[in-house]
């Protein structure tokens, strides 16, 4: 006897969905005036502790979504660099580590290989 179960998990990502704020451009100011507005006896009258936390919570977060813009989390690729191909990478590398290798030897053929790679390096950028 065994036992075969059939089951589909779907999972939700809630953080790709949340609204991102900008906080760069806020409006703090108009956050205080607006929690300065509201006439907090009157709001957490006859309210439980937790009830009027709650109550704080949501006044607060209702100004602060009507005070700070969302952000644009589009993500844009950025555009290579068309010059910057793998044989110049390659090319620029080599002309590091021959200036490396100078620094470290300071030889007459190690200087060379250095000069030479540097023009080369310097005509292909």
Excluded at 13 to 32: A, G, P, R, V
Excluded at 87 to 98: C, E, F, L, V, Y
Excluded at 112 to 120: A, F, I, N, S, V
Aim: hydrophobic letters at 30%.
């Amino acid at each position: 006897m065994s036992l075969v179960w059939d089951y589909i998990v779907q999972v939700e990502d809630s953080i790709s969905k949340q609204k991102k704020l900008n906080y760069s451009k806020e409006n703090y100011n108009k956050i205080t005036a607006d929690l300065k507005e509201v006439n907090w006896e009157l709001v957490l009258k006859d309210e439980s502790t937790e009830g009027a936390l709650n109550k704080f919570k949501d006044i607060a977060q209702k100004s602060v979504i009507a005070n700070i813009p969302a952000a644009d989390t589009s993500r844009k690729k950025k555009a290579s660099n068309a010059w910057l191909t793998k044989a110049t990478k390659r090319n620029i590398s080599k002309h590091n580590k021959a200036c490396k290798n100078y620094r470290d030897k300071k030889t007459e053929v190690s200087y060379t290989e250095y000069k030479k790679l540097q023009e080369e390096s310097f005509k292909v950028i």
